[in-house]
């Protein structure tokens, strides 16, 4: 089965940075896009940044002056280097890989999710 595996969070002050990593294991091909979301106690999940197998990439507002999300070329690994944090970016951060499987005719979706990893901005 395909398992996504973050790592990186931890505590930071404000104004410091942070790497996240995620690592996928058990895939079979490709994904066609890779994300980062997170979710605050209390709070909808949102998304924050999402990356393409190019090299579009879409940030939220909120971040996009200070996050930047990367992509293995040759393999389902992504990365958020996340700079300038704040108390705000508070929250369990979650790696998502989605798209569609195509073969011929056939199209079958896809989605997972890893389990996450804690990043706390205090001071």
């Known amino acids: 089965q395909v398992q996504l595996v973050e790592s990186g969070g931890g505590l930071v002050q404000p104004g410091g940075s942070l790497r996240l990593s995620c690592v996928s294991s058990g895939s079979r091909f490709r994904f066609d896009a890779m994300a980062w979301y997170r979710q605050a106690p209390g709070k909808e999940r949102e998304l924050v940044a999402r990356?393409?197998?190019?090299?579009?990439?879409d940030y939220t507002d909120s971040v996009k002056d200070r996050f930047t999300i990367s992509r293995d070329n040759t393999k389902n690994t992504v990365h958020l280097q996340m700079n300038n944090l704040r108390p705000e970016d508070t929250a369990t951060y979650y790696c998502?890989?989605?798209?569609?499987?195509?073969?011929?005719?056939?199209?079958?979706?896809?989605?997972?999710w890893g389990q996450g990893t804690q990043v706390t901005i205090s001071s």
């Open positions: 998502n890989a989605n798209g569609e499987y195509k073969w011929g005719s056939s199209v079958r979706p896809y989605e997972y």
């Open positions: 990356a393409t197998r190019g090299t579009t990439a």
